[in-house]
């Protein structure tokens, strides 16, 4: 099992910075896969930025390339999303998601919310104009 815990968040104006950062224990691998979700209300659940921890390869979605960077800190278990030129349209709930690693994937499949098995509960992120 994989537990995950997000934190961080909360509000910002637009062109702001926030950061957030989930925190994985239990089965932890330098092989998974993990990534950060959003959810609005009243919309599906959209991949935002994925990382492969045993190459540190990531993708974007398109809509947050160039403002928001994912990256890891192996020796604590934490995987971070910063956040920069914030847009009310990121206004959302973020969730934290991991993959127990079991073979190569193409990059894209990161970004799909029915690729991963394990969820943390998330984190609230609001942007104003």
């Known amino acids: 099992q994989v537990q995950l815990v997000e934190s961080g968040g909360g509000s910002a104006q637009a062109g702001g910075s926030l950061s957030i950062s989930c925190v994985a224990s239990?089965?932890?691998?330098?092989?998974?896969?993990m990534g950060w979700f959003r959810q609005a209300p009243g919309k599906e659940r959209e991949g935002v930025a994925s990382?492969?921890?045993?190459?540190?390869?990531?993708v974007y979605t398109d809509s947050v390339k160039g403002r928001f960077t994912i990256s890891q800190d192996k020796a604590k278990n934490t995987m971070y999303l910063q956040m920069n030129s914030l847009k009310p349209e990121d206004t959302a709930r973020y969730y934290c998601?991991?993959?127990?690693?079991?073979?190569?994937?193409?990059?894209?499949?990161?970004?799909?919310?029915?690729?991963?098995?394990?969820w943390g509960q998330g984190t609230q992120v609001t942007v104003s104009s």
């Open positions: 990382i492969y921890l045993g190459t540190t390869t990531t």
């Open positions: 239990g089965y932890i691998s330098g092989n998974m896969y």
């Open positions: 998601a991991a993959r127990k690693p079991d073979r190569a994937w193409p990059m894209f499949n990161l970004l799909r919310s029915t690729f991963y098995g394990y």
